[in-house]
Each structure stands twice: as structure tokens, then as C-alpha cells.
């Protein structure tokens, strides 16, 4: 969150990258501060020089105890908004994205009291978001999780006759978010794209609607975030709302995230038809009330990095915070895992991963359609295992923060490994041997996950030296991710 970083926590992270053993990592070229403004103050998100060396990991032993999950934050911080009474919410992410949608809402005149890095107390207005006369635009960086949503809630709100334009930067002016605009404007909203964006493209330019409410058909092929903000902004229509995919739904188990939380917090969603096919779901007017106080579940995408590691090295890596019980689609990774070799132990709120040194990971074929982001993962676990992976139904990582398929096929390439590449899926077969090339530069192309899985390359008895560029670039999720893997890891 913006102004969590003291002066001393930049001096301690400044001190470590410093005086970190050349054996673990290094960092090279021109220091690089990134500042993001807002929420009344600059903050330090993360101090990382350019690029950053990681040398050879033999193994990945211990606990990590996993920061909140971004899609539950950013869902939370809006449904607490739109709420009657006080929220207090703690195990709040503490990264770029969350940043981006509390700035947001200071802009639009909500109330948020800060306890720490991770706890706050949200003072919801009970009923649609105020658009004050000075918030003219809203700047939400490449924050997907804040963009989508607020663009959905903000359409219920009295608006003044200019508007308010919701914007960010130059690669969220790349990410289509048509299909939701469209549906919006189905169920009455005034919202239209700029044009300043690629086609189908941010900016959004809404006014005050009329009449909301009614039915909207909508695709669920690119995004289930279009559904998810749609569904969080029901309540607040004047009328009951149905909203049918008419082709299929991706990423269904996020859905059922956003459902579940609007529970705790009074509406239910209606669901007609399977969650696998092209559901209706219908929503009634109705005030959201706070639960006095929320807990954040530990974020399941960025569980799979450390249970990968595991998998990969034969080490022992329990993640806390996400389990047996969690919401999050994420957590099936781990099954994913076993079915490759890995031995995996659930609990209520953890995950345990090991396997057998005499066990092999084996290439297998997945569909990862529920799964998009730790499938990502999964494409570097592919080059440590017999055979080829086929990683199926991630059409959507082409509308992510980057190209993801590209920038998956280019680096996964440059470590040796051959790639088949195809619109929704790609073949993965390892290098020869499982021996990566050594000393590859990891272009991230500004995209956290792109970080901080491929940083797992250096791991396992063949693992090799690489240097990532741009680390800093984790901050949007996880700032401390590169020190929790040092945490854990053993050379």
C-alpha cells in the first residue's frame, strides 16, 4: 500500500542486496527506485538494481508463509466500499496493484484507515461509489483487478455531466476490456472506450446510467473478470439482473471466488446451468453489509512458485495460507504436481510438497483452463521433466500483463527447451538432458509472474546461473518475493 515502505525497511532491503553472498544473489547495474503516487504519499514499492543473478539452487527446504491474495484483496477493498459499516481487513497484499485501487478509492472519497502494511479498516458508503467533481480520472497502472471492477461499479454512480475516465498505463491500453463495456451498456450503463487505447481497448469514459438493470449476454472467453466486476456491481441496480455467457467461461473457480465474498457480505448469486458450459447468473437490488472484519486467504498463484521448486529440487516446502479449504482455483496446481511425480500433503490453510529423488517428474498434457496464472509455472516445471508438456486452454495469457504465450515460448527457447506454440496451448519439450544454457538473461517484459517463474530455472541439481531483468517488476504482487525464495533456498 502506498506509504508502507520506511525509510529503514529500503535501507534493510538496500543493505541485503549489498551484502548478499555471491553464491546467492547478486545485484548488477544502475540502481532502478520505483515510486508509485498516491493515497496522499509516494512509496518505495521495491530496490532492485536492473537486472538481478541468481545462482544455482540445489534444493528448496522450509515454510513460507504466503502474502494475500491480489484477487481477494482488490475484491474485498470494493465490496467493503459499497457496504454498510465498518470493515477491518487484514492480511491485505501489500503490492502495485492493491496500491492502485486504494488510490482509486481516496480519489472517489472513501474512507480508509490504515493500520499497517497489511491491515486496514475500509468505511463502506452503502450503496453506489460517490464520484466527487475533482475525481476526473482514475489511474489505475496495469492493475487488471482494480480497472475491471471499479469500471463495473462506478457505472451505478451519479456522475456529473463530464464523466470520469479510468486509465493506466501504456500496456493497459493494450488489454481488451470491450465485452465488458458491452455488457454494461446492456444492462443501461453510459460507458464507452476513448479510442486514446488499441481497439476494444482503455480508456473508459463513463456517466451516470439510467434504469440499470435487466439482462446481458456476455462472452466468457477472454476474461472472467468481466463477470466478476459484473457481478460485484449488481446488487447496486435498480432492478434485478440476469447476466448469461453465451459461449463459454474461463477461469471458473475465480467466479466462485467473487460469489463466495459477496455472500459474506449479503448478496447471493443465482446460478442456472453448469459453471462448465455457459451459465445465467441473476442478482437482486440489495445493500451489501459489512462482516465487521475479513481475513485474506494467502495468494494460491504465487503458492505455486515455492511448491514448484520443490517438485523440481526434492525438497520439503510447506506454503501457509492457502489449503485444503481455500477459494482459490490456483491451489489445484498441486494436484498438477502429483500427477507429474510430487508427493503432496494437504491441511486446512497449507500445502506441503516433496518428491521422491528416485521419482522423476514426467511430461504430461494439462488443461489449464482454470488455472491460467500458475500454469505459468508449469511451463518451467516442463524443462525439468521426461517428456513434453502440453499446456492447453491459455488463450487468455495473450491478454494478460504482457503476451504471456510469447514471452513464455521466447524464454523457455532461450534456455534450450523446443516449444510447439499454438492459439490456446503450447507443447513444452525439455532441453536435452534437462541441462538448461547457462548465465540466460530472462526478459520479463514488466510482468511479475514472467520473474518470478522463470527465477525457478536456477533450481535443481541441474540448474543453472541466470540473471532476470527488471526484478523490481514483482512488486505488483509480491515485492518480497525474491527474498522469500532466498528464505528457503539451499545451494
Not at 540445489?58 to 459499497?82: M, W
Not at 468505511?123 to 483487478?145: C, E, H, I, R, W
Not at 482503455?202 to 476474461?223: D, Y
Request: hydrophobic letters at 40%; charged letters at 20%; proline letters at 5%.
Amino acid at each position: 500500500m502506498r506509504g508502507s515502505s520506511s525509510t529503514l525497511g529500503t535501507l534493510l532491503l538496500l543493505a541485503f542486496l549489498l551484502t548478499a553472498p555471491t553464491h546467492s544473489f547478486l545485484a548488477t547495474g544502475p540502481s532502478s527506485l520505483l515510486v508509485a503516487k498516491g493515497w496522499g504519499v509516494e512509496r518505495n514499492m521495491a530496490l532492485y538494481a536492473e537486472t538481478l543473478k541468481l545462482s544455482p539452487i540445489k534444493t528448496l527446504n522450509g515454510e513460507v508463509t504466503l502474502p494475500g491474495s491480489k484477487s481477494l484483496s482488490n475484491r474485498i477493498l470494493l465490496l467493503a466500499s459499497l457496504s454498510e459499516g465498518k470493515t477491518k481487513v487484514t492480511n491485505l497484499l501489500d503490492s502495485d496493484d492493491i496500491t492502485y485501487m486504494l488510490g482509486a478509492l481516496d480519489d472517489l472519497g472513501v474512507k480508509v484507515e490504515k493500520h499497517s502494511d497489511t491491515a486496514v479498516t475500509v468505511t463502506g458508503v452503502g450503496g453506489a461509489l460517490p464520484v466527487p467533481a475533482s475525481a476526473k480520472k482514475l489511474n489505475l497502472g496495469n492493475a487488471g483487478t482494480a480497472m475491471r471492477p471499479l469500471c463495473a461499479a462506478l457505472a451505478y454512480s451519479d456522475i456529473g455531466a463530464e464523466g470520469v475516465v479510468l486509465d493506466g498505463v501504456a500496456r493497459m491500453r493494450e488489454r481488451p476490456i470491450a465485452d465488458l463495456i458491452d455488457g454494461l451498456v446492456q444492462l443501461g450503463a453510459d460507458a464507452k472506450l476513448t479510442g486514446e487505447g488499441d481497439v476494444g481497448c482503455p480508456p473508459v469514459l463513463l456517466k451516470k446510467g439510467a434504469g440499470l438493470g435487466g439482462r446481458a449476454e456476455i462472452s466468457g472467453k477472454m476474461s472472467s473478470q468481466f463477470l466478476s466486476a459484473m457481478l460485484m456491481a449488481s446488487p447496486l441496480a435498480e432492478k434485478p439482473t440476469q447476466i448469461a455467457i453465451k459461449d463459454e467461461l474461463i477461469s471458473a473457480p475465480y467466479v466462485e471466488l467473487t460469489m463466495g465474498l459477496m455472500k459474506k457480505f449479503g448478496p447471493k448469486v443465482e446460478v442456472e446451468g453448469s459453471m462448465d458450459g455457459a451459465p445465467v447468473f441473476k442478482i437482486q437490488p440489495e445493500t451489501y453489509v459489512s462482516p465487521k472484519k475479513i481475513l485474506v486467504e494467502g495468494d494460491a498463484s504465487s503458492a505455486s512458485y515455492f511448491l514448484a521448486g520443490a517438485a523440481i529440487t526434492g525438497g520439503t516446502v510447506k506454503v501457509i495460507g492457502c489449503g485444503s479449504k481455500s477459494v482459490q482455483g490456483d491451489v489445484a496446481f498441486a494436484n498438477y504436481l502429483e500427477e507429474m511425480g510430487a508427493t503432496v500433503t494437504w491441511g486446512d490453510d497449507d500445502i506441503t510438497v516433496t518428491r521422491d529423488p528416485a521419482t522423476k517428474l514426467q511430461g504430461k498434457e494439462f488443461d489449464c483452463l482454470k488455472i491460467p496464472d500458475a500454469a505459468m509455472t508449469l511451463a518451467v516445471v516442463a524443462m525439468f521433466a521426461k517428456g513434453p508438456t502440453t499446456i492447453k486452454n491459455v488463450y487468455s495469457w495473450r491478454l494478460k500483463e504482457t503476451e504471456r504465450m510469447k514471452a513464455i515460448v521466447a524464454e523457455c527457447t532461450k534456455l534450450g527447451a523446443k516449444v510447439e506454440e499454438f492459439r490456446d496451448y503450447c507443447v513444452i519439450h525439455p532441453p536435452e538432458g534437462n541441462k538448461m544454457n547457462e548465465n540466460v538473461l530472462i526478459e520479463t517484459y514488466d510482468d511479475h509472474r514472467m520473474a518470478m517463474a522463470f527465477s525457478l530455472a536456477a533450481c535443481g541439481e541441474k540448474g543453472v546461473p541466470i540473471e532476470i531483468n527488471d526484478p523490481k517488476c514483482t512488486a505488483k504482487t509480491f515485492p518480497t518475493y525474491f527474498e522469500m525464495l532466498e528464505s528457503v533456498a539451499q545451494r
